[in-house]
C-alpha cells in the first residue's frame, strides 16, 4: 500500500497574508483609530477646536510630549523603563540657566554641559541595570528621588530661590531662541518649531528602529535579552545607549522649555514620566517589551494634546483630562495584549 506523501508546510517568512491581518498587527493602528475618534469627538464639540489657532494650540503640548515619547518607545521596546526622564528634563534646564546667569558661561558652552550632565544620567541608569540586573523601574526610581532632590537643593543654595531667570538677557540667546523656540507661520498661525522637531525625531527614530541593526538589536533585546545574547547581539551596550537616547532628548525638551519660558522652576518636569510611558503605551508599545512603534509614541502624544486643549474648549472641568487619560491607557494595554496574542497566532 502507497502512503501519500504530506504536503510541504508552508514557511511562515514567505507566507502570503492578507492585507487586514497586516494591518491589525502594526503596533500604531490602535492609536491612529485612537486619534481619529478624539479628533472627531472634540471637533464635533468645538469649532475652535478644529481652527487653525485650535490646532497650534493641542500641537504644541503634543510636539515636546512626542519628542520624549518617541525616545522612551525605544526604550520600552527594548525592555526598560526610565522613571527618571521628567525630572532630567528639568536638570538640563537648570543647569543650563544656572551655568549662564551665575557663573557666567556662554550660553552654548552652557548647553553643551548641560547635554553631557544629560548623557551622563542615562549612562549611570544603563550601565546600572545591566551591571546589576536589577530591575530598571528600582535603578531609575533612584535616580529619580535623587535628582529631584538636587534640582531643588542646589538650586536654593546657589540662587536663594526656587527657580532661576534672566536667561533672554544672555548672549546668544537670539541665535539659540531660533533654533529651540522660534515659530513657522502656516496660514497667518503661528506654529511652534518643536512642532518640526517632534516630526523629525519620529521619522529619524522610525529608520532607526526599522532599517537598521540597531534597531533589530532593540526588538531582540527587548524580546529576550539573553537569547540575544547568544546570538551575538551587544546587549549591553545597546540598553546603555538606549538609556542615553532618553537622557538625550530630555536635554532637547529641557532646553527647549527654558529658551522659551527664559526662566525654569527648581521642580520642572516632576510627573512628566509617567506621561511619555502612557504616551508610548498608547501608542502600541508593549510594558513586557520587544512590540512598538515610534510612530505609534507620536500619535499616543497626539491623543494627549488633542484630549488636553480638547476638554478646555469643550468647556468642560479640566480634572476630567485625567480621568481620559486613564480610560485611554487601560483601552491601550488591553488593545495591545489583544494585538500581541492575535500577532502569534498568525505566526503558527
Known sequence: ??????????????????????????????????????????????????????????????????????????????????????????????????????????????????????????????????????????????????????????????????????????????????????????????????????????VVASYVLLRTRFGNWIFAVGGDVNASRNVGVPARRTTITLFMGVSGAAWFVGTTQVIRLTSVQANSGFGLELTYIVAAVIGGCLLTGGFGSAVGASLGALIFGMTSQGIVYAGWDSDWFKFFLGAMLLLAVLSNQLVRRYAEQSRR
Open 1 to 202: 500500500m502507497t502512503i501519500a506523501a504530506a504536503p510541504p508546510a508552508t514557511d511562515e517568512r514567505v507566507a502570503r497574508t492578507g492585507l487586514l491581518r497586516r494591518l491589525l498587527v502594526k503596533p500604531e493602528l490602535g492609536s491612529l483609530i485612537g486619534a481619529l475618534l478624539v479628533f472627531t469627538f472634540f471637533a464635533v464639540l468645538s469649532d475652535v477646536f478644529r481652527s487653525t489657532s485650535g490646532v497650534a494650540n493641542w500641537l504644541d503640548p503634543a510636539s515636546t510630549i512626542g519628542i520624549m515619547a518617541v525616545a522612551v518607545a525605544l526604550l520600552m521596546i527594548g525592555g526598560q523603563f526610565d522613571l527618571s526622564a521628567g525630572v532630567t528634563t528639568g536638570t538640563a534646564g537648570l543647569t543650563t540657566a544656572i551655568l549662564t546667569t551665575h557663573y557666567h558661561l556662554v550660553l552654548w558652552v552652557a548647553m553643551a554641559v548641560s547635554l553631557a550632565v544629560c548623557l551622563g544620567i542615562g549612562f549611570v541608569n544603563g550601565y546600572l541595570v545591566m551591571r546589576t540586573r536589577l530591575p530598571s523601574f528600582i535603578i531609575t526610581l533612584g535616580t529619580f528621588l535623587m535628582l529631584q532632590g538636587l534640582n531643588l537643593g542646589l538650586t536654593k543654595v546657589i540662587t536663594d530661590t526656587v527657580s532661576v531667570g534672566g536667561i533672554s538677557s544672555e548672549p546668544y540667546y537670539e541665535t539659540a531662541h531660533k533654533i529651540f523656540a522660534s515659530t513657522i507661520t502656516i496660514n497667518g498661525q503661528p506654529f511652534e518649531i518643536a512642532i518640526v522637531w517632534w516630526i523629525v525625531a519620529t
